[in-house]
């Protein structure tokens, strides 16, 4: 099945600055990766997705890339504002048939203002 | 309009009890999934379902029994509690098949076994 890695596990970052998350998969048949944020006491809620035919996406202040070859892909945000901390989780599916979605394991973004 | 909901928010319980999660959508989407995230965050799938089918059942304890009584609705029934339960359980939705592969999540329900 498939794994999915992500790195790192918290990160702090002062308001402002730029933030990485990188994770990797191991299924080639993978060709949807999306990203989540969850805030505090809520349930994960989409914000970028890329699917396998696209090597990057942005969407104001968030941006995705993905490398099909490595099989790594990773979400930057840039201008970091406090209300972007929050638990961010990348994962990996194949959405040609149900979608089973592998998620990683989490980062922990805060943001100092 | 809450698209994805959750009864109860938070169930405490003692260890060997029965209990049950219910998750409603109004998305009008044909799939629903169970997801359980555990102490460290590890979010994991356990159940889905589409258009009332069971389709995806990770290795799960037959102690939970999934249970979906329209394309609105999936319930979560776990027999004989155990600490090790304890947990976040989510329910989400999605339309498969459709141009957007979105999973949309409900709240949560916190249950907690003593």
């Known amino acids: 099945g498939e794994n999915v890695e992500q790195h790192p596990s918290t990160l702090s970052v002062q308001e402002g600055d730029s933030a990485v998350i990188k994770c990797t998969y191991s299924d080639s048949a993978s060709n949807y990766f999306p990203w989540y944020k969850q805030e505090l006491g809520k349930g994960p809620q989409l914000i970028i997705d890329?699917?396998?035919?696209?090597g990057e996406k942005k969407d104001q202040r968030i941006a995705v890339t993905l490398n099909k070859t490595a099989k790594h892909f990773s979400l930057h945000i840039t201008e970091t504002q406090p209300e972007d901390s929050a638990v961010y989780f990348c994962?990996?599916?194949?959405?040609?048939?149900?979608?089973?979605?592998?998620f990683g394991t989490g980062t922990k973004l805060q943001v100092i203002p | 309009d809450t698209a994805v909901s959750q009864t109860p928010k938070y169930l405490v319980t003692q260890m060997g009890n029965d209990k049950s999660i219910k998750c409603e959508q109004n998305l009008g989407h044909d799939t629903m999934y169970w997801y359980k995230q555990d102490s460290k965050k590890f979010l994991k799938i356990m159940f889905s379902?589409?258009?009332?089918?069971?389709?995806i059942n990770e290795t799960v304890p037959n102690r939970f029994s999934p249970k979906s009584p329209d394309k609105a609705h999936l319930n979560l029934h776990i027999n004989s509690l155990e600490l090790g339960d304890s947990a976040v359980y989510f329910c989400a939705s999605s339309q498969v098949g459709g141009s957007k592969y979105e999973q949309y999540f409900g709240p949560g329900t916190r249950l907690t076994v003593t």
């Open positions: 890329i699917r396998s035919n696209v």
């Open positions: 379902y589409n258009n009332k089918e069971l389709i």
């Open positions: 994962a990996a599916s194949n959405s040609g048939g149900y979608q089973k979605v592998t």
